[in-house]
């Protein structure tokens, strides 16, 4: 099934600015790359390799693992997925990078791939709100159908604890960005790839792979630009993501990439950003009511420094209101964002100052947007 896109664009002179940390903050942790659920319960986190997962209520901290590089909460705070080149379990002796998955409620790991150090192997697993679904990247040849050791995007079952190869492409292409929704039911991806006859001209599209049925569609059908880093809210209504891409936005004379939310069944595309800076890394609440991204522009007068920053746009019926939700020195750097259902609150790292307890150091905060 193939989706043509008919984009829309709003009038973004409806803009309503916010003052800048109008908010009541916290520091929640030391530590980075956090990843929080949507109800905001508990959050993921690194710190010195380490992976923790506190409970924000309880205040309780668990060690879960070492050797950290990507990490993901899952949407219900069930499972925590994460890549380490450790060997807690006996069977990664070769120190290559797999795909790890942590239970929650059983406090039991396992480790989903098994791989050679011959393969770079695996990365950026996501995994929906159950922890039974995993999607990743990964050059490997696990099901037979990647000899050329392309990049591809890969998805774990529990139920039979399988692997499916999701693209299967040459090396001459750019698969990225694997993302899977809270449902469970679709993997979302950036490719340059040609899988369903509509990108012949090899622009860098927004994909998603049906579960059920094995069927990839395109979702952005554009002429020029690139569109990547897509994710989608909880019930896969809408999806954001990055583009610079003049089909979906129009006038875009400074080439810089903009966030935009795609309606996925109405193929409408609205835009939310349109400033002469980059925005990047969107977050998406629940409810696909709320955008957060990261900029080091000065939309509001707010960050004439150009560190950066978190900004958030409401998504009303007809005013996009935009508020600077960080605001830290030219030296800081503030990014990582996760948005609760209803998007009134955002958890996010920081090394900034932003509540009077130090700076330099990168540390977890929850801030109620609203």
């Not at 290559?96 to 697993?125: G, M, R």
């Not at 554009?222 to 880093?229: I, V």
């Not at 935009?260 to 890394?281: E, Y």
């Not at 209101?321 to 030219?330: E, N, P, R, Y």
Request: include cysteine.
């Amino acid at each position: 099934m193939i989706r043509r896109l008919f984009p829309r664009l709003p009038l973004l002179a409806l803009l309503v600015a916010s003052p800048a940390l109008a908010q009541d903050g916290v520091r929640l942790t030391q530590g980075s790359d956090p990843s929080a659920d949507l109800g905001g319960k508990r959050v993921a986190y690194e710190l010195g390799g380490t992976l923790f997962l506190l409970d924000i209520k309880k205040g309780i901290t668990t060690n879960v693992g070492s050797g950290v590089d990507d990490l993901q909460l899952s949407p219900g705070g069930k499972a925590v997925v994460h890549s380490s080149d450790a060997n807690p379990l006996g069977t990664n002796a070769d120190g290559n990078t797999e795909i790890f998955h942590y239970d929650v409620k059983s406090a039991v790991t396992n480790q989903l791939t098994v791989t050679s150090d011959t393969f770079d192997c695996c990365w950026e697993p996501t995994v929906d709100k159950k922890g039974a679904r995993v999607a990743f990247m990964s050059n490997a040849n696990f099901v037979g159908t990647n000899a050329d050791e392309s990049e591809e995007v890969f998805f774990w079952n529990a139920k039979d604890d399988s692997i499916t190869q999701v693209t299967v492409t040459t090396d001459s292409f750019t698969n990225e960005d694997a993302r899977i929704d809270a449902g469970g039911k679709f993997v979302y991806f950036s490719s340059d790839a040609n899988f369903v006859g509509t990108n012949a001209d090899g622009n860098r599209e927004i994909f998603r792979y049906d579960v059920k049925n094995g069927v990839i569609e395109q979702l952005t059908n554009t002429t020029n630009g690139d569109s990547s880093s897509p994710v989608p809210n909880k019930n896969s209504k809408f999806v954001v993501f990055e583009t610079d891409s003049t089909d979906l936005l129009g006038a875009n004379a400074d080439g810089n990439e903009e966030i935009v939310r795609l309606d996925v069944k109405k193929g409408t595309v609205l835009r939310l950003t349109d400033f002469s800076f980059a925005s990047s890394d969107p977050a998406i609440a629940g409810n696909g009511k709320a955008v957060a991204f990261e900029a080091t522009g000065n939309p509001l007068g707010t960050n004439a420094d150009g560190s950066n920053e978190i900004f958030l746009v409401w998504i009303q019926r007809d005013t996009l209101a935009l508020s600077q939700i960080t605001d830290g020195t030219a030296a800081d750097s503030s990014g990582d964002a996760n948005l609760e259902t209803s998007g009134k609150r955002i958890i996010f790292a920081s090394d900034a100052d932003l509540t009077g307890q130090g700076a330099g150091t990168d540390h977890v905060f929850q801030f109620e947007t609203r």
